[in-house]
Each structure stands twice: as structure tokens, then as C-alpha cells.
């Protein structure tokens, strides 16, 4: 709505005229001098307005201001939060997770970017999603597969991604655990295999993967495997989105 040249009236400078509104200012023309007030806020406590369109108009404005303010705070309280937990599992070794995709489907996850932890097999519990209690924003999560006649030692990765920049694990009750908007990688067949169990000590390799589609995994693992990507793609252009997870991955987890 046109409010230039709609009359307004101020709490000691008395009646006036509205000259100019750039954003949030708004520029009015009093008897004896000119003014600049913040817009819409100013109506709330030192301008009032007659024009029954412009009021309702100025309203609407200073309702969806208050929204999109509240909408921030909550976020930045979000934000703040998510640090919070996010320091506490830096502190916890295994804080990164790896997944067989028995009960994922890798075409599914690819296409959704969310992986399931998996349910409880025993106990009280039986039946309910694992809650990922260790996992917080700075977590990112191993996608691997081996074929149905294949050794658990031939298990490869076939991606990986960071959890999402909000994600708090004690929170994530369904276990269903979503990828960060950017980073988020699928290691083709194209590329060199990278054998998972490779990357652990040769005493805690496992024959069978066992019942539960998720484990943890401590950063360093991780860590080596975004290096060995980064070397695998030397030279292409697929080289730079990981160079870009590698860095972001590392400035979360402080190394």
C-alpha cells in the first residue's frame, strides 16, 4: 500500500506528513522540521496514523516483523543449543557413525538423504529406534555395502554425509537421522574401492557385521577416509565438493 503523502500524527511534534520510507526507515515532515523514524516500529509507541487502510496496513507490517524476529530468536536459540551438545560430543570419542544399509535401502538414502539407526533386537526396548545419543552436529554418518557373496571383509563405502547443522542426537527419538543440505557425498563404482574395515586396527575387525545397522566410530576414521577421497580424486572435478566437506568436518570437530 502507498503510504507517501498520508498524514500522521507524533506524540510531541505534532501532526505531520509521511516524505519518504526506504526499508525500515521513514522519513516525516513535521511544522518545523523533518524526522527519520525506524518503520514500522514507531507506530507502536510515537506515531499514530488516521487512514483506516494504512493502519490495518502498518499492522500487518509490524505482525509479520514481530514473527520473523521470534522466528530468529528461536533459531539462534536452536543454534546455540545445538553448540552446546555439539562441545559435549567432541569430548566423546565415538561421535561419528557408520551403517551396514540392511534396513536402509542406498537408492532410498541417496534420494531422501536420511538413514535410519535402526530398531532395539533385546530388552526392554525391543522394537523402538536406537536413539544416537553420541552423535551431535558435528557427526557425519558412513554409508557401506558388500554384496550378498561377498566376505564382511570386502564391505565398502559408498558414501557418507554430515548430519544436518541443527541435529541433536538424544533428541532424534525416531531414529531417523537426517543429511546436512550440503555435504553429502556418494562414492561411485567408478572410483577406487575403499574397503571399511581397512581403516580400523586389525583387532577390532569383525567377521559378521552383526545385528544392529549402526555402530559408532571415533572422528579419526572418518577423517582418514575423506583424505583418502581427496587423493582418489586428485586432479577431477569431483574433488572439490570433498575438499569442502573435509574442511568443514574437520572445523567442527576442532582438528
Same mark, same amino acid.
Given at each position: ?47 499514530? /496514523? ?30 546455540? @543449543? ?9 569430548? $566423546?570419542?565415538? $561421535? @561419528? ?41 558435528? $557427526? ?23 548430519? $544436518? ?11 531417523? /537421522? ?43 576414521? &572418518?577423517?582418514? /577416509? ?7 580424486? @586428485?586432479?577431477? &572435478? ?5 575438499? @569442502? ?11
Amino acid at each position: 500500500m502507498e503510504l507517501i503523502g498520508k498524514k500522521v500524527t507524533h506524540k510531541k511534534f505534532g501532526a505531520g506528513k509521511i516524505m519518504e520510507i526506504n526499508e525500515n526507515k521513514m522519513k516525516v515532515s513535521f511544522k518545523e522540521d523533518i524526522k527519520i523514524f525506524l518503520f514500522p516500529d514507531s507506530f507502536q509507541n510515537f506515531l499514530t /496514523i488516521e487512514n483506516k487502510d494504512a493502519k490495518d496496513f502498518i499492522t500487518q507490517k509490524q505482525d509479520a516483523n514481530d514473527l520473523e524476529l521470534e522466528t530468529k530468536k528461536r533459531e539462534q536459540r536452536k543454534k546455540a @543449543q545445538a553448540t552446546v551438545y555439539a562441545q559435549k560430543s567432541r569430548k $566423546s570419542v565415538n $561421535s @561419528q557413525a557408520v551403517f551396514a544399509l540392511k534396513d536402509n535401502n542406498i537408492d532410498e538414502v541417496s534420494t531422501n538423504w536420511t538413514v535410519f539407526t535402526g530398531n532395539h533386537t533385546t530388552g526392554k526396548s525391543k522394537g523402538t529406534p536406537r536413539i544416537p545419543k553420541n552423535m551431535n552436529q558435528n $557427526s557425519a554418518c558412513i554409508l557401506t555395502l558388500k554384496g550378498e557373496k561377498e566376505e564382511e571383509k570386502d564391505r565398502a563405502v559408498v558414501g557418507l554425509f554430515m548430519v $544436518s547443522d541443527d541435529f541433536i542426537g538424544e533428541k532424534c527419538l525416531n531414529g531417523m /537421522i537426517s543429511a546436512h543440505k550440503k555435504h553429502r557425498i556418494i562414492w561411485n563404482a567408478e572410483h577406487e574401492k575403499l574397503l571399511f574395515w581397512d581403516y580400523l586396527p586389525e583387532q577390532s575387525r569383525l567377521n559378521k557385521w552383526g545385528s544392529y545397522e549402526m555402530k559408532y566410530l571415533p572422528v579419526g576414521i &572418518v577423517k582418514m /577416509i575423506l583424505e583418502d577421497m581427496i587423493r582418489e580424486t @586428485q586432479g577431477e &572435478v569431483d574433488q572439490e565438493p570433498i575438499m @569442502q566437506f573435509y574442511r568443514y568436518f574437520c572445523n567442527m570437530n576442532r582438528m
